[in-house]
Nanobody, 125 residues
Framework: QVQLVESGGGLVQAGGSLRLSCAAS????????MAWFRQAPGKEREFVAA????????SYADSVKGRFTLSRDNAKNTAYLQMNSLKPEDTAVYYC??????????????????WGRGTQVTVSS
C-alpha cells in the first residue's frame, strides 16, 4: 500500500480557487492510478477526478469538468488537484486515493486500496 497525505484545503469564497496536493510515500508512486474523492456531510463519498500513471489519461466527474484539473509529478511523488470557479456545493472533505487500475465508467471508492486522511474544503456563498 501507499501512504498518502493531503494538503491545501481551506476556506474560500465562491468563484475562488484552491490547489490540493497529495504526497505519496512510495517510489512506485508512478505505477499507481491517483484519484480524488469527496464526501459532504450526510452524503456518500463521490468520485471527483483520476489520473493514470502516464498523466495522459484523466477522468473527471461531470460536476467538476472544466473547473478542476488533476495532474501529477512522478518525480516528486505528488498529485495535484487545481480547483477553480469553486461553488458552495463543492464543500466537502477531499480524499486522495491510490489504486492499480482505472476502470471504465465512474470510478468507485472500492477500486482504490490506499487513502489519505482527507482535507476540508469549504466554499462560502
Amino acid at each position: 500500500q501507499v501512504q498518502l497525505v493531503e494538503s491545501g484545503g481551506g476556506l474560500v469564497q465562491a468563484g475562488g480557487s484552491l490547489r490540493l496536493s497529495c504526497a505519496a510515500s512510495r517510489r512506485t508512486f508512478s505505477s499507481y492510478v491517483m484519484a480524488w474523492f469527496r464526501q459532504a456531510p450526510g452524503k456518500e463519498r463521490e468520485f471527483v477526478a483520476a489520473i493514470k500513471w502516464s498523466s495522459v489519461t484523466t477522468s473527471y466527474a461531470d460536476s467538476v469538468k472544466g473547473r478542476f484539473t488533476l495532474s501529477r509529478d512522478n518525480a516528486k511523488n505528488t498529485a495535484y488537484l487545481q480547483m477553480n470557479s469553486l461553488k458552495p456545493e463543492d464543500t466537502a472533505v477531499y480524499y486522495c486515493a491510490a489504486g492499480l487500475e482505472l476502470r471504465a465508467g465512474v470510478p468507485s471508492p472500492r477500486d482504490f486500496g490506499s487513502w489519505g486522511r482527507g482535507t476540508q474544503v469549504t466554499v462560502s456563498s
